[in-house]
Nanobody, 130 residues
């Protein structure tokens, strides 16, 4: 059983930046993928980015490429999402989730598919004002 805790959300103006953290504990294996997901108000939860613990490989959804950067501190089992050039449509709850023995790579849809992930955090709210 893994526990994931997101933090760092808040209110930010369009064009600004925020850095989210996902602190994981109780991980079942050293080989894992952490994904970040965004749920806008009234919409389904969608994958934003992922990172693989073993080699640091990353993937990004098209709308955040060039704006968001995902990174990992393997020693602390903590994943970060640096969110830059924020837009009002980025508003919503951001969740992190974990899956084991899977692949995170660019242009591979399962890497950002919520059905692939096993354990989830509680989410952190990001509000981007225009």
């Amino acid at each position: 059983e893994a526990q994931l805790v997101e933090s760092g959300g808040g209110l930010v103006q369009a064009g600004g930046s925020v850095r989210l953290s996902c602190a994981a504990s109780g991980l079942l294996d050293d080989d894992y993928v952490i994904g970040w997901f965004h749920q806008a108000p009234g919409k389904e939860r969608e994958g934003v980015s992922c990172i693989q613990s073993a080699d640091g490989r990353t993937s990004y959804e098209n709308s955040v490429k060039g704006r968001f950067i995902i990174s990992i501190d393997n020693a602390k089992n903590t994943v970060f999402l640096q969110m830059n050039s924020l837009k009002p449509e980025d508003t919503g709850v951001y969740y992190c989730a974990v899956v084991y023995s899977r692949i995170c790579k660019p242009d591979y849809a399962p890497s950002l598919a919520r059905r692939e992930y096993d354990d989830w955090g509680q989410g952190t709210q990001v509000t981007v004002s225009s």
